[in-house]
């Protein structure tokens, strides 16, 4: 508990190596809105850091930009939330999937984010590049599979 103590520590703004960044969003998006929130509790720690919003359903000139963008950084489905932090982009959110850390991490040291394709569970993180796509497949799996109350169920039939 103590070692995450450091982590939660409000950090000075002056640390930010960008102190901005664009974020397209829809209204009606529940992934917008979590991403959302958790930009206020960001601005809340970075007082200096400029959240630059644009509304891609009524804005057309947003959209544009946003499917102009998707196509530099070569993502083929764009979609909202996106963030473009640092000349990096960002298209969803899932803080499962490591959203936030990739933010933060654009946002104090441009240009070394997580890594694609990794997953933080309560086991720990789990990244393709470290297992290897069978092995990653694999881990994913078992914890996808695994139902504490099926569990108790295939125990108690195997007791009868």
């Known amino acids: ?6 982590c939660s520590l409000p950090v ?12 397209f969003v829809r209204d009606g998006c529940p992934h917008c809105a979590d991403a959302s929130i958790y930009l206020q509790q960001l601005q809340q720690r970075y007082p200096d850091l400029n959240i630059r919003y644009h509304e891609v ?4 000139q947003a959209l544009r ?3 102009s ?15 473009l932090v640092c000349d990096e982009f960002y298209a969803g959110f899932s803080v499962a ?22 997953v933080r569970t309560p086991l720990g993180k789990f990244s393709l590049d470290d ?3 069978p092995v990653f497949t694999l881990v994913i799996g ?4 695994f139902n504490p109350c099926a569990m108790w169920v295939l125990l108690f039939l195997l007791s009868i």
């Open 1 to 6: 508990m103590l070692l995450l103590l450091p």
């Open 12 to 23: 000075v703004a002056s640390e930010l190596a960008c102190p901005g960044m664009d974020v």
């Open 57 to 60: 359903s009524s804005d057309p």
């Open 65 to 67: 930009r946003l499917l």
């Open 69 to 83: 963008l998707s196509r530099q950084y070569g993502v083929e489905q764009p979609g909202v939330p996106s963030f």
């Open 97 to 118: 999937a490591g959203s936030t850390d990739w933010i933060e991490s654009q946002l104090l040291d441009p240009g070394a984010g997580p890594q694609p394709y990794q």
């Open 131 to 133: 297992l290897g796509l």
């Open 142 to 145: 078992l914890i996808d599979g």
